[in-house]
């Protein structure tokens, strides 16, 4: 028998991502022109996933605890494609989006997509970070908080018993 589980490989860069919020503030994001917004792939401070803001340590000690936190959300909140499991489906899916000045996440797209609904379920995974009531912490460059790329490799493998 087959049990499926999620091996979810983390690496942060920088790219892109879009949502329509169902929101008030969701919403105001989603009307925004960011046309004329600079997005950043590299900046002094990258963008930190939240949840880490109140430890003690170092900034190393931060990044290391909100890189556990991205895989913690991923782990609950990313959905095996019934599709995928069918067919046996295994491999890397990888999205980036744009972490906002605001702290949104918009612009995500499908960078590398596996069959059976697998891109398709790790967008709406990072969709769903709209949602969180802690927002990403924001890249900044020269003090002021900017908008960067971020890239997300995700990977789906089926293990058997």
């Known amino acids: 028998m087959k ?3 999620l091996s979810l490989f983390l690496f ?14 969701e919403a105001l994001v989603a009307k925004k022109d960011w046309s004329n917004d600079q997005v950043y792939k590299v900046v002094e401070q990258m963008p930190r996933f939240p949840g880490c803001e ?8 931060r990044k290391r605890c909100a890189s556990d936190k991205l895989f913690e959300y991923i782990s ?6 019934e ?14 989006f744009v972490i ?5 996440v918009t612009d995500v797209k499908i960078v590398r997509d596996l069959a ?3 891109g398709d379920s790790a967008a709406s995974m ?3 970070m709209n949602d969180l009531t802690e927002k990403w912490i924001p890249g900044s460059k020269d003090g002021e908080n900017v908008s960067c790329i971020y890239t997300l490799p995700v990977t789906f493998r089926l293990k058997k018993k």
Not at 100 to 104: E, G, K, P
């Open 116 to 118: 059976g609904g697998c």
């Open 12 to 25: 942060f860069s920088m790219s892109m991502f879009a949502q329509s919020g169902a929101t008030e503030s």
């Open 3 to 5: 049990y499926c589980y």
């Open 100 to 104: 906002r000045s605001d702290s949104s």
């Open 54 to 61: 109140e430890l003690e340590g170092s900034e190393q000690d």
């Open 76 to 81: 609950e909140n990313l959905v095996y494609p």
């Open 126 to 128: 990072v969709e769903g």
């Open 83 to 96: 599709d995928a499991l069918k067919q046996g489906i295994e491999g890397m899916a990888v999205v980036s």
